[in-house]
């Protein structure tokens, strides 16, 4: 089945986490797996007000060590304590932001996947990488790290596509995730500015298993209309 998940990176405090959520649980989402993924002051409000439906609650990055002296860093365990079902790691803003390496990306998804939680793991080409005709190199060197478990999918995010409206094209998807499959055998989601008006087209190539959303999945009804279109492509 095809997985939507929402990345709402630092948005949605507690508050308008439980508004999203309370609406969120009233739609019809048959058909698809839908994940949100609320900054961690607001895991709480998700799980407590998506509990008892499908919808799976997911941390933005999680700590590979279950506890210890590292400063501001949360464990898989006490995500799995919260009732958390499972981690984003490896997201480009992690590693162009905060210094975050393929080896450190993947203790990560390992300490994230042994403590029992889903994980998704992100790589992708920046502009100039792929001007330079590095994309392969790249994706392989990132997809490299990680090890095919049932609980790990991976997430193909072109850095230039992220927040910046300019969505790879379907076939530049399916590309990329062919080639990535070809070395890591998981399903592969498509990030970058996705939206209710291409998701269709992105979620028909055969090699994209669904989709993480970023801004799109702050409001309620694009998020919504994006999960109904990964129902109706596999139905
Ligand atoms: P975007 O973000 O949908 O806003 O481009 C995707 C992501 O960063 O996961």
Request: proline residues 4%; contains cysteine; hydrophobic residues 45%.
């Amino acid at each position: 089945m095809t997985l939507i998940a929402a990345n709402w990176k630092m948005y949605k405090g507690p508050a308008e986490a439980a508004e999203f959520c309370l609406a969120l649980r009233e739609q019809d989402l048959d058909g698809v797996n839908v994940v949100v993924a609320p900054p961690y002051v607001s895991l709480a409000v998700a799980v407590q007000l998506l509990a008892g439906t499908e919808i799976g609650v997911a941390a933005q990055n999680v700590h590979w060590e279950p506890e210890g002296a590292y400063t501001g860093e949360i464990s898989a365990t006490m995500l799995r304590e919260l009732g958390v079902y499972g981690a984003i790691v490896g997201h480009s803003e992690r590693r162009q932001y905060f210094g975050e390496t393929d080896e450190l990306v993947a203790s990560r998804a390992r300490g994230a996947l042994e403590a029992g939680l889903f994980v998704i793991g992100c790589v992708g080409e920046t502009e100039s990488e792929r001007a330079q005709g590095k994309t392969e190199e790249v994706l392989r060197r990132q997809v490299s790290v990680f090890e095919p478990d049932d609980n790990f999918v991976v997430a193909y995010e072109p850095v230039w596509a992220i927040g910046t409206g300019k969505t790879a094209t379907p076939e530049l998807a399916q590309e990329a995730h062919a080639f990535l499959k070809s070395v890591l055998d998981v399903p592969v989601l498509y990030g970058g500015s996705v939206k209710p008006d291409n998701a269709d087209s992105l979620l028909a190539q055969p090699d994209v298993d669904g989709a993480l959303v970023g801004g799109a999945s702050l409001d309620l009804e694009s998020f919504t209309e994006i999960c109904r279109a990964g129902a109706r492509i596999r139905s």
